[in-house]
Every structure is written in structure tokens, then in C-alpha cells.
């Protein structure tokens, strides 16, 4: 367990947020650090591993005409994946994340390790566009260290 998890889960905790998760690339991985902490079950309320485009429709939400217009790893659908796990849990916070880990099924307009990592509350969304340039592991790591890393400025940005 890294400092990350453990710094978000007291800031959680101190904020009294609770945070869902949608993820795609990472497989779970978010939720697995977040849960990795002692008490995480006062914040952690659950999460989607929304791997297949009809996951993401059916259980998050996400619009149909999003996925045929802007494809599964954009900023527009990683941002509906978010929304649409805040809503499904009930949650304060939510972070999800989409990408390409690799080794295969990148393109010119879309290479492997490219990943949009989101984060929806009331008071504002976040999006952030990475383009690792690990193996499958690695970019999965880097990408779960950016949505915790997210969280935490979001979550420091909040504190009185």
C-alpha cells in the first residue's frame, strides 16, 4: 500500500465524502488500492469494471451516440463513466478511468498507453489525457496512480 491510498482514505474520511469507481483499462485495480486501507468501507462504496462498451451503456449510462461519436477511450465517455458511477452508487466522488494498456490494439489516432483518467462531483468534473509509454502492468499502475493522484488535489483543493 502506497501513501497515495492511505493520504485520499484520511482525506475522504475527514471530508465524510464517499467515492465510487467506473473503470475500464485498469481491470479493478483502482478499487483494489482504495481498499487496500484499513477502514476504507467508511468511504469506499463500490465500483464497475466496465470493460465491454455494453457495460458502459447498460450500467453506467453512457450514451450510446458518445461511444459512436468519440469511441471508448475519450474524454467525453471516461467523463460519462464518472458521472454515471456517482449516480449508480450514490456517491460524492467518482473516478474512472479508460485506456489502451496494451501491448496491441492501438492505432495512429489512439496508441497503446493512451488513457483518460476522470473524476465527478457536485461542485466540478475533472479530465486528464495521459499517453504512458509502459508495458500493459505499467500503464495500468500509472494509470491508477493518476486517478488517486487526481482525487487527492481534488480533495486537498476542497479542505477549509
Known amino acids: ?25 485498469t481491470g479493478g485495480l483502482i478499487a483494489h488500492r482504495l481498499t487496500n486501507v484499513p477502514g476504507s468501507s467508511a468511504y469506499f462504496v463500490g465500483g464497475v469494471v466496465a470493460y465491454a462498451n455494453e457495460v458502459k451503456e447498460q450500467v453506467l449510462g453512457v450514451s450510446g451516440e458518445t461511444l459512436a461519436a468519440h469511441g471508448a477511450i475519450s474524454e467525453e465517455t471516461v467523463r460519462e463513466m464518472a458521472r454515471g458511477a456517482r449516480r449508480l ?11 489502451i494498456a496494451g501491448p496491441t490494439g492501438g492505432t495512429p489516432q489512439k496508441p497503446v498507453g493512451l488513457v483518460y483518467v476522470a473524476l465527478a462531483a457536485s461542485d466540478q468534473e475533472r479530465c486528464e489525457r495521459h499517453l504512458w509509454q509502459g508495458d500493459r502492468l505499467e500503464n495500468k499502475r500509472q494509470t491508477s496512480e493518476a486517478a488517486l493522484e487526481m482525487l487527492r ?4 483543493a476542497r479542505r477549509p
Open 89 to 99: 452508487f450514490d456517491t460524492d466522488v467518482a473516478i474512472s478511468a479508460a485506456g
Open 1 to 25: 500500500m502506497s501513501a497515495l491510498e492511505e493520504t485520499v482514505g484520511r482525506l475522504l474520511t475527514e471530508q465524510g465524502l464517499t467515492i465510487s469507481v467506473a473503470e475500464s483499462c
Open 153 to 156: 488535489r481534488y480533495l486537498e
